[in-house]
């Protein structure tokens, strides 16, 4: 029963590890894209918003990322299925 219990533990702080390190690169992400975009589109800083041309840099600039953001998940989540799946089929 001991087993168990420390199994049981190791998964709980394993998982929360990995949601940790899911929100700090998560955090990352967000902090280069602010970063990117901001150094890509602001340039008139005599007003306190955005004009046109900066708004619509801005939101270019972060749907292009968030995309690519989501492509990379997408391969890497395909990578790691494929991965599992060659050390399933050399287990058996």
């Given at each position: 029963?001991?087993?168990n219990y420390g199994?049981?533990?190791q998964e709980q702080r394993l998982q929360q590890m990995m949601e940790q390190k899911q929100l700090k690169d998560f955090m990352r992400m967000y902090s280069n894209l602010?970063?990117?975009?901001f150094e890509d589109c602001v340039s008139d800083f005599t007003s306190n918003t955005l004009n046109d041309k900066e708004?619509?840099?801005v939101n270019?600039?972060?749907l292009k990322n968030m995309k690519l953001n989501e492509r990379i998940g997408q391969r890497f989540a395909e990578?790691?299925?494929k991965l599992m799946e060659d050390q399933a089929k050399m287990g058996r």
């Open positions: 029963m001991y087993n199994a049981s533990y602010v970063s990117r975009c708004l619509t840099c270019r600039c972060t990578e790691n299925a």
